[in-house]
């Protein structure tokens, strides 16, 4: 692998990956209605998308959906790496490492179908949850995140050194002293990690959450894919371009503070 | 064991327990019954006969339905098919741009990565929505190849089985370049020096040295594109035609069209069995294999 052939297979490589997404972008300001044939500079699309009701109620409730899930997602799934990690034995153990690794590799159709049949039965056996909605999204994505959470924060809790712990059990801390003064500073941007992981992974999800969910809580890739579905449309570009511009300043600003924080470190 | 103890295992093991665990229950369960035209449509599992006992209604018509109908079977072959090219393109693809990074001095490497990484934090729906519009007919693809006078009519690229491996690949790709990449970055360069020294040509030194050392990275790539792309319902919903038969969509389509649940979970329940308990047995005993 030398010479003229490795930089051309990732030259190309790396336009597969870039070219869909630039042209996504240039589309989002054609004033055609054809979003494939250029036909002049317009931001009209975007104009368009401020006034689509439909498409921003949904996006609010996609947030919403994202930030419990992700707060969530971290409870659990930090309190189940700790256990598997710090608790050595006890009944159970290998039920709860199956079902924390498990989400991983479910196909999200299985996962949406038996969560919405679960609902359906508890409704109809306790009565709860009433009807479907915002809750159960939030229900069924912490469920899968919290598998995401918990490999993050397990492989934080196993290279961190035990002995920090041990040395404030010894001064006389008690074991929740020593998690929340101790292990969980210690772990936190691994938790932080973690909750961007999720809180992406839940804004993303469209199978699980048509699923799930009910009349009037539909989230903005139930919206999208809905529009999609019928073919192309130049105000998905719109928001398409607004997305990516979301990430790519989140990035910037991501390796700013780490590279400020490395530098304070050096 | 003390009542926090106690307490701080039963939070996760109890959401767990209900929200992951309880549901293949119901699945199960509901696998068992028959459609009917009511709320909820499915027969209840227990019942009262005519003479006021108790009635158990069960049966395996479903599964039998399955192993019947040709469109089932097909649709699982089809997946594990369509999962399976996909997967090898992607390590076609994704290898050399690992090894390209692995190889890559600082600050170029961070870079690269960063860039391998960034399309997966933008939404996955529409990532595939951006291959409709370079494949469609009067797609970006199709335009720029017929105004080079390349081809003089338009391809048919879109809904077809093409469109289908290109979206998987697209999405899945970061998930086979990163663990490639963790992988190459380990291997010692004195080992390629010493081939080399040995007069091993460079082709014969990859194909000695480091593709046989790069394997668990292979595996572990691998794995990571060809378990979502089995169950796959959105790429092949919006890129494939009407003959991709894909089981997550056949799934999705036996629930949300034909609203038969017990048949849906019936398909569900197949797959947990023939998909994800051969999928959970491999990883177990690869992790077993790391700790060795």
């Given amino acids: ?266 | 064991m003390t009542w926090r103890r106690a307490l701080v295992i039963a939070i996760p093991m109890l959401w767990l327990g209900i929200f992951f665990l309880a549901p293949f229950f119901v699945l199960g369960r509901i696998s068992l019954a028959e459609a009917i035209i009511a709320r909820p449509p499915y027969t209840p599992l227990f019942g009262r006969a005519p003479d006021g006992s108790l009635e158990i209604f069960a049966s395996l018509e479903n599964f039998r339905f399955l192993l019947e109908d040709a469109l089932y079977r097909n649709a699982y072959l089809s997946s594990i098919r369509v999962a399976l090219i996909s997967t090898i393109f992607a390590l076609l693809i994704g290898y050399p741009i690992a090894y390209y990074i692995a190889r890559a001095p600082e600050p170029k490497r961070s870079i690269l990565l960063l860039m391998v990484i960034l399309p997966f934090w933008t939404s996955f729906l529409l990532r595939v929505y951006a291959w409709m519009g370079f494949l469609r007919t009067n797609g970006v693809i199709n335009n720029t190849l017929m105004s080079l006078g390349i081809i003089d009519a338009p391809l048919r690229l879109m809904h077809t089985d093409l469109a289908v491996y290109i979206g998987i690949v697209y999405t899945y790709l970061p998930f086979m370049i990163l663990p490639l990449y963790a992988n190459l970055t380990k291997l010692d360069a004195a080992l390629l020096e010493a081939a080399s020294d040995l007069g091993a040509s460079p082709v014969v030194t990859f194909l000695t040295v480091t593709l046989p050392l790069s394997l668990p990275g292979i595996v572990a790539g691998s794995m990571l594109v060809f378990i979502p792309a089995i169950g796959e319902y959105v790429i092949p919903a919006l890129l494939g035609g009407p003959d991709t038969l894909m089981i997550g969509r056949v799934l999705w389509d036996e629930f949300f069209s034909s609203r038969d649940w017990p048949v849906a979970s019936a398909v569900a329940i197949v797959m947990l069995f023939l998909v994800v308990a051969p999928i959970m047995w491999l990883q177990s005993v690869q992790n077993r294999r790391e700790e060795h």
């Fill in chain 1, 1 to 266: 692998m030398r010479g003229w052939f490795l930089p051309m297979a990732v030259a190309l490589g790396f336009i597969f990956l870039y070219a869909p997404i630039i042209s996504l972008v240039v589309f989002s300001f054609n004033d055609s209605r054809l979003v494939t044939v250029w036909g002049g500079f317009s931001t009209r699309w975007y104009g368009e998308l401020l006034r689509d009701r439909q498409i921003l109620g949904s996006a609010w409730i996609s947030l919403q959906v994202a930030f419990w899930s992700a707060n969530l997602a971290v409870i659990v799934g930090t309190l189940g790496a700790f256990v598997l990690t710090r608790f050595g034995g006890f009944t159970g153990r290998l039920l709860l490492t199956g079902m924390i690794t498990a989400p991983l590799v479910m196909p999200e159709v299985i996962t949406g179908l038996s969560l919405l049949l679960l609902f359906v039965s508890m409704e109809l056996t306790l009565g709860w949850p009433a009807g479907r909605g915002l809750t159960t999204i939030i229900i069924a994505h912490t469920t899968f995140c919290a598998a995401f959470v918990a490999v993050i924060a397990q492989s934080r809790l196993r290279q961190m050194d035990e002995s920090l712990e041990e040395a404030a059990r010894d001064l006389g801390a008690g074991p929740v002293r020593v998690f929340f003064d101790i292990t969980l500073p210690v772990i936190a941007p691994a938790l932080v990690a973690g909750w961007l992981l999720a809180f992406t992974l839940s804004l993303d999800d469209l199978v699980i959450a048509s699923f799930v969910s009910g009349p009037g809580a539909s989230t903005l890739p139930m919206v999208i894919f809905s529009k999609v579905r019928l073919g192309v449309s130049p105000d998905v570009n719109a928001l398409a371009t607004i997305i990516i511009g979301f990430v790519l300043v989140a990035v910037i600003i991501a390796g700013w503070m780490m590279r400020r924080a490395a530098r304070k470190s050096a």
